[in-house]
Each structure stands twice: as C-alpha cells, then as structure tokens.
C-alpha cells in the first residue's frame, strides 16, 4: 500500500492546532572543534529552552544525503510534499518571489535584461546589471505594449536590477522548456525548445515564447545598454493537491517575504498579510488562532545572516525570536514544530545538505531530556535523522490525527 | 524524479581529492556490558583523534537492516553502488580474489575437487582438501588440455587447498545458472541449468559448462582422491556504470589484497600495484595525489583479525593503521572518510550486520565535538544511522560537487 493512502486512510478530524516555525536556514555546523560552538548552541535562548524540557529533538534531511536544497524544495518538504516528485521551477519560483499570485497551469520565466550587437550577438548576459529603476521603466515599455498573446495573458513583472519575470497565462500550456540564455556572451539569444518533443502543450508554449521574443525585441531595440533579454527556468506551476486535500487542515502561512507566502500558497496555504516582525506574526497567530488548524510562520533573519557568514547576527536573529516566543505559548498549539528548511552554515555563507535540527513539543511528544534545542542535542534524540517530508506526519500523530493501523 | 539521475544532474567539477579509507570489518560489538570496550574503544589512537575533532560521525547500514554482507555487496555499497540493484556472483567474487582480470560478459564458477565412487556419486564434496599444490596440479592438467569450447575461451586458475575457478569468455553469455553441488554427498553432481528458462545466453552458458564437464572429467578420472569437481556461483561479470561515468571521478585502489583490488575495478577504479603495508599505501597516495581524484584504501588487518576472534590482534590493527595515519594527513585529501566495509565482531568470529561507524572529514564536515572515533560516540553523531551507499555522495556534497536543488 501507498504510504500517502494509508495516512490518509488512516485521517481523522481533530481540533487540534498545529504550529510551524520555521527559522530559515537554522542548522549549523561548528567548525573550531569540540570548544567551538554553533549560532544555536551560543545563543541565549530561555524561552526555547524552557520548552525543550518537554519536547522530543532530531534531525531532518531536507531532500536526500548530500543535496542541498533552495528555499522551493526545502518548504517542500516540511509541508509533507516529496520534493523530488514536486518539482516547482525556477521561474514559479522567481514569479513567487516577486509576489504574483499564481494559478496552476501559468508558465513562468526568469528573464534578465542583456546588451546585444548590431548583429543579435549577446555581448553582456547583465546588461552591465542596470539600476533596478532602469528594469521597472522597460518592464513598464512591455507590459503596456504587450498585455496578450493570442489568447494568452502575458504578465510582466521587474525584479531587483536587471531581472524579471513573465507569466504567459492561458489554457493548454506546460513546461519546461530549454533556456534562450546561451549561456555565456559572443553567441546569439538562443531559441526555446520543448523538452518533450512529443508534448504538444510545450510546443505551444514555446511557440508563445518566440511571438513573446518577436513581438518585445523591437519594443527596447533603441535601449542602451539594455537592448535584449534572456529568459531561464520556463516552467509551469504544477498542480499540487492542496494541504485541506492532503491532511484535512485548514492552513494559514504567516510570512514576510514573498517567496515564502508564494511557496505556502502553492499547497493551498491562505497567506496572512500585515505582520512584519516575529513578535508580530506571533500575535497575529493568537488573533486568527480560531481560524485555522496549522500555522507555517516563517522567519527569515537566521538564513540572511548564514548567507552573509555573521555568526552574531545568526545568533541575534535566534535571541530575537526566542524573545518573541512567549507570545505564541501564550496561546499554546497543540503541536508546535521548530525547525529550518536547511542549513545555512555561517562558515559556508550559503545553504548547505548538513541535517537541520527539529524540535517537537506536544502533550504526547515525550521529554528528551534534553536541556537545550541545539545541532549536537537534536543527534540525541528521539526523533533520529529522517527526511523532512515526514515532519507533517509527525506533528499529526502528535495532535492524535491518525487511527491506529491494523488491529 | 530518480536519486540517482538527480545526483547525476546536480554534479559539478571540482579539483577535490577524496580518500575512502576501509578497515575492513572494523565495526565491533561490547559483549561485557557497559564497562567493557570494542576493539576500536580499546586501542590508542592519538593521530585519529586529533582528526575527529573536526569530523562528524555517523553509523552505516551495509545493506539493509540485519543483512550480513560479503565483501562484495560490502564494497559495493561503499563505493555508492546499490547492492541490491548491482549484484556480483561468487564465481566472480572469487575470480577477482585471485587477481584475474576479468571482461564484462565474463561467466565465473567457484569450483572445487570432489571425490567420486566409480558410479559417478560424490563421496567427499572437498576432495579430502587437498593440498594447494595438488589442486594447482590438477589445474594445470585441465588448462593445457581445454583452452576453448567452441569460440568460447575457458580460463582456469587455482585456488587454496581443493579450491578453483573457471571463466568462460565468450560472446552472448550470461549467468545465473544453477549450482552442479549437490550440497551433500551421496549424490551425482548435478546438471547445470538456466535460473530463467528463456534466457537463451544462459542457455548457452549451462551448454558450455555441459560440455566442460564432458572434456574435464576423462582427464582427472585416474586421479585420486580428487576425480571430479563441483561448481557454484556460476554468473556473468555485470556491466557496471564506472566511477568516472557515475561521479566523474578519476579513482585509484590501493589495496593489498587481490579480491578488493578486482572489486575496485568492477567499478571501473586504477589498481596501484605495489603497497604492501598502509604506510606504503599512503606514502603510494601521496605520490599518487594529483593524478587521481579520489582514492580507495583498503586495509585487511582488522577483518582478519576479527574472523579469528582476536581481540588483541584487532586493537594492533587498527593502531597500526593510526601510527601511519600522518603520512596521509601529510598531504591532506578534502575529504577523508574513515570506516569499515562491515563490522566482524571478534565474539562472533566473522561478518555481521552491526552497523559499522564512520568518520567524514573535510572543511565543511563541522566538529561532532566527539572526543574520539568509536562505535558509541558514532551514535551521537551527526550522520546517524544511514545505508552505505549514501556515503558517496555525503563524501561529495563535502567535495562541494554538487549543486543547489531547485530555487
């Protein structure tokens, strides 16, 4: 039997409230021997602590051993979705970033602007990387210009400097395609071809892209030094059962930045907006605490400052929210989750494979014994390492969501 | 989307050197309760604890849980090969442990003298073990008299005591055929027979094996105690992906003894001859490091000395193995993995199943803070518990060969 049937064979309607939090990039790595400490293990965390006492600790593999995953298929997984049998493209996740609201079936493309000769030939993939004022002024030349293709909707959106995004929006489209980017400079923009030859929703789709092309060249044709563009990642949004399908929980993201909301919202999350502080997504979980049964509230400062190698700033970041979190024990979940979508590890100044530490605290989630919540703790605990995908399973044995099997 | 296929996409070039190096069968069990050690707990290893504190550690499943594996699935496992999609017969198991270069398309039998009553009923399956001289003997006999059957070449070479092998190499062969052992005596030996009836190249293959038995047998039917032999394990050498094809890795064995040299070549490695101790074969290393990305090293001792239930031999093993650690160390590899192909317990006096521990060091690893390299600390660590053939791909992603996953 399928292991997704038998959950959901298994399904029963609780009450229960279910929590996760996910401090982005969390998972660490010390690298100065058994002294030296990871951002985890040298902040000063009595809030999380005091939880720990009765929580159960692990690690999780976000994909599989060794694979480091973007933001796409780290979320992926803490929702429950197999990340290798839910691929979401470049492009949808690019269009996420930005903000747009996607409907399944849009095809989606990372584009940046780039400089061309006299004769078509790329001479800089980045168009000397112009302002980002300079991208939204030709976005806005196009998205004027072209609104439709045929009866495709076409959305164009800037991003910072010489990126942006399109979104061909209409029935009958599929990805992915191959890149117009060659790739590197001295070659020509090259044409977009379906990856399945026998798809005819690519062919369509590729089709469209070439009338995109023919139709927006001659619109910038005059610009400098922006006279062309590239397109990467053309995918569509795939059609992913919907977290109430999946696990019957009505399902609330509260995040700040885009991606996350976007990436919430591909599983069918509703996105709270407003919040823009942990403190503040914490209240605004104990106001809509009635509304819904799972709550993803994501915190991004743990990952800015992984990437940006700040060891402090990762541990204020930690600090900062265990100083938040008394706010949503006020209105305690019944399950709570706190965990990375990976590691970001301040040596590595970007995301990593290494296992993320994950705390689980409810009624029946057990006590470790652990003093504190941290990388070398989590390998202690009782949880193992496992794949992230089955963290939702976890948290739903926790809030009582599943039959026993068998007799 | 398929693991491996994922690995495959994801993988980049780097200029890393990586070193696996295998105490063969260093896994061990305390049997005296919590006051008693393992070998490895045991033994003094100054060099090998510096190196542990900055490595992590984990446990690896050899196969599957409670499966003891040869050295064959062993190895293969370690070298990143699924063991039970790449599966190697015993024949050629035993072909590459006395060192004979073997074709794919190569159909091995493990062979042995037998004695038989003039009605042709096996009397003794092992021929009273004759002497190796004897049996080299015999071979000899048979070699000079059957070079070929049909365009098939025939190969045979001695063993130890009644033991031998015989390769057939030819076209359009296959194994796995039956056993002609009867497995007990009182019986004749039994006729060789496809595993899959409509397998014509298996077909082909029983028929040669008929027709070696009908031009064998005649030449030793004078000879005593040893007038006939059995065959077992009789199977092709699989067409294995190389190591250069799978990781893009160039890979060098340094080993001793001829099975883990063969092994290393099934998989497409450069056997270095010419080592006889470990510190020969990381001096070997040293000279060998810039024409080589990744190295295999194994080392014997630790096995043999478990099969015989040495608990003192095991211990000087593997502080012969730490005194010469610095030579490596002396010419760092990136990445260093340290573990066993399997655990050989001295109180069971052969392979196990118990999970063996493993070391990973590289830049990126982070610290365990575990003070040493043992089978307990290995519990604590940060790998956990994972199957073999993962540890490829961890000693890759180290190696930084691998992309970021999705967006």
């Known amino acids: 039997m399928n292991l997704d049937a038998l959950y959901s064979k298994l399904l029963v309607k609780t009450n229960a409230k279910l929590a996760l939090i996910v401090l982005d990039g969390l ?15 040298a902040s000063y965390t009595p809030n999380l602590d005091a939880l720990t006492q009765n929580s159960a600790q692990g690690r999780m593999i976000p994909v599989a051993p060794g694979i480091t995953p973007g933001s796409g298929p780290g979320h992926l997984g803490l929702f429950g979705y197999d990340p290798l049998e839910f691929q979401v493209g470049r492009g949808v996740i690019e ?20 400089s061309m000769d006299a004769k078509g030939i790329v001479t800089d993939r980045r168009a000397g990387r112009i302002a980002t004022e300079v991208c939204e002024e030709l976005c806005d030349i196009l998205s004027k210009k072209i609104k439709k293709i045929g009866d495709t909707q076409v959305i164009i959106r800037a991003g910072k400097e010489h990126r942006f995004v399109v979104i061909f929006r209409g029935k009958g489209l599929e990805g992915p395609l191959t890149d117009s980017d060659p790739n590197r400079e001295g070659l020509p923009i090259a044409a977009v071809k379906p990856t399945d030859a026998k798809s005819a929703k690519q ?8 009338d995109f092309y023919a ?3 001659p619109l910038i044709a005059k ?13 569509h949004q795939p059609a992913i059962p919907t977290f109430e399908q999946r696990y019957g929980l009505r399902a609330a993201a509260i995040a700040v930045y885009p991606m996350y909301k976007g990436l919430a919202q591909l599983v069918g999350m509703e996105k709270i907006e407003g919040p823009q502080t942990i403190a503040e997504q914490f209240e605004r979980y104990v106001a809509e605490y009635d509304n819904y049964d799972y709550f993803f509230i994501h915190y991004k400062y743990t990952d800015k400052a992984g990437e940006d190698g700040n060891f402090e700033a990762k541990k204020k970041a930690i600090e900062d929210f265990d100083a938040a979190l008394p706010i949503l024990l006020g209105k305690k979940p019944d399950v709570i989750a706190i965990t990375g979508d990976h590691s970001t590890p301040v040596a590595m100044k970007g995301h990593s494979w290494h296992p993320q530490p994950v705390l689980l605290n409810s009624a029946c989630s057990g006590s470790d014994k652990l003093e504190r919540f941290t990388e070398t703790g989590a390998n202690m605990g009782s949880l193992g390492i496992f794949e992230a995908k089955y963290l939702i399973r976890l948290m739903q044995a926790n809030a ?3 039959d026993k099997f068998g007799a």
């Open 27 to 41: 998972g660490d790595i010390a690298t100065g021997g058994p002294d030296s400490s990871t951002p985890l293990e």
């Open 400 to 402: 009582k969501m599943f």
């Open 203 to 210: 062919k369509k789709a590729a089709k469209l892209v070439a």
């Open 223 to 235: 610009k400098k030094p922006a006279n062309g563009f590239l397109m990467r990642g053309i995918a």
């Open 215 to 217: 139709a927006a060249l």
């Open 95 to 114: 269009a996420l970033g930005l903000g747009i609201d996607l409907k399944p079936g849009d095809v989606c493309a990372r584009a940046n602007f780039c």
